[in-house]
């Protein structure tokens, strides 16, 4: 069975081969061997990016290529999977397939930090994609649809009575594609809205991988686009074995995902001290060990990144590590450079269709709610699952957080950190 043959740090990355069955009877020229320059990164406020993109149809799994040629027919399609499947890199994928057979197409993104990745994603092809956040695009289509502003709206807020009867009157949008990436996490409003201005979307999700307010279900997404075809993934790319057996004690579904049979570290749970210091210390000695890693560092609240990067910068000076806070005055928090390893300090909000070589949760000790609860359970599913190898969760004080209970040691390893 082929398989997917990607650099170890970013499944984005293809070879240089075909582009796939299904592209309406056209065809790349020597497209296998077609290089082109990158074009610029993903602009700012949801401005859009451009993405040149390598379409490595045949390093694909049998399954995902499957799922790309069903893509190919007319109308909605929903695609989901579990965490590893290459949704993003099929989502990248179908979105350059229409680029190259000349369909209006737009990739969404989750986040901005999401985009930042796709937009980093892709190289040699010479098909660029337009990437943009859900937010931007809402305010972008409505500001060309009508000639006026939008005006702020929060995550969650918009008018969507308003944003419909714009839509009625917009019939320039029908042959357009929309590619959506971490679907679950947008609105069943969007999805009408899309439906009445008469675009395909083709989405992208994983319903137990939801974390926003504005979150849908696979059921909600289908009857608000009037139906749809449904595709599925299921092979884990992603996750050690070891890191898939733990997910299994947070996946809040019904049916669990197969797991991988790549072997690799038992994650960790490390008891740290309370003072920031000690564990800057062990974050700096763990980057300077393992320096070809790209290591996540996710945590809860953008206060604690801030002041989490000060401690790392004053204990290792040379390290530059890398930070994410959307909400950042300074434009260098606001950027990160995918292809660079290192510590990437990013919050929790962001992490979603991203993964890491390493990942370390630094905080679980601030998660006190009922640990049956169902958010609680897909919060952590989602942070488990965004290693490629090593896991650490960690925590101060003197119990364990609640959610741990029961977890044994050959799946959750106990270990403590001196101060």
């Known amino acids: ?28 020229r020597n497209s296998g061997v077609l290089r082109t320059r990158r074009a610029g990164c993903s602009g700012r406020g949801g401005a859009p990016g451009r993405c040149v993109v390598t379409i490595g149809y045949l390093d694909l799994l049998s399954e995902q290529r499957h799922v790309l040629d069903q893509l190919a027919k007319p109308g909605h399609h929903l695609v989901s999977g579990p965490p590893g499947s290459g949704k993003s890199l099929l989502a990248i994928h179908h979105a350059a397939a229409l680029e190259i057979v000349g369909r209006p197409v737009t990739l969404i993104a989750h986040s901005k930090l999401l985009g930042q990745h796709l937009t980093a994603g892709g190289a040699q092809l010479g098909v660029s994609l337009p990437i943009m956040t ?106 050690p074995r070891p890191v898939a057996e733990l997910a299994r004690h947070f996946y809040p579904g019904l049916h669990q995902p197969p797991l991988p049979h790549r072997d690799g570290p038992v994650p960790v749970l490390l008891r740290r001290p309370e003072a920031r210091r000690p564990f800057a210390r062990w974050l700096a000695r763990y980057a300077e060990t393992h320096r070809t890693r790209t290591i996540g560092v996710v945590v809860k609240h953008s206060r604690e990144q801030g002041e989490l990067l000060a401690e790392i910068e004053r204990v290792s000076p040379g390290l530059r590590p890398q930070i994410y806070v959307s909400a950042a005055e300074d434009a260098r928090y606001r950027k990160v450079d995918p292809d660079r390893s290192g510590l990437r300090l990013v919050n929790r909000a962001s992490v979603k269709g991203l993964d890491f070589d390493t990942v370390i949760v630094p905080d679980a000790h601030l998660d006190t709610d009922d640990p049956s609860s169902a958010d609680l359970k897909m919060k952590y599913y989602v942070l488990v699952t965004r290693t490629r190898g090593e896991l650490y969760i960690c925590y101060s004080g003197d119990q364990e957080p609640r959610m741990f209970d029961g977890i044994p040691q050959r799946t959750l390893v106990r270990q403590i950190l001196p101060g």
């Open 1 to 28: 069975m082929p398989r997917l043959r990607t650099h170890p740090r970013d499944q984005l990355r293809g070879g240089q081969h075909s582009a796939r069955p299904g592209d309406g009877g056209r065809r790349l």
């Open 134 to 239: 859900f937010h931007g695009w809402v305010h972008a289509w409505y500001r060309e649809a009508t000639g006026s502003p939008l005006g702020g709206a929060r995550i969650g807020a918009f008018d969507w009575t308003r944003l419909m009867s714009a839509a009625l009157h917009d019939t320039g949008r029908r042959g357009h594609v929309l590619v959506i990436d971490e679907a679950q996490d947008l609105p069943q409003e969007f999805f009408g809205l899309c439906r009445v201005l008469g675009m395909d979307v083709v989405a992208f999700a994983d319903e137990c991988q939801r974390i926003t307010s504005t979150q849908s279900t696979l059921n909600e997404i289908e009857k608000a686009l009037g139906g749809c075809g449904r595709l599925e993934i299921s092979t884990n790319l992603r996750n």
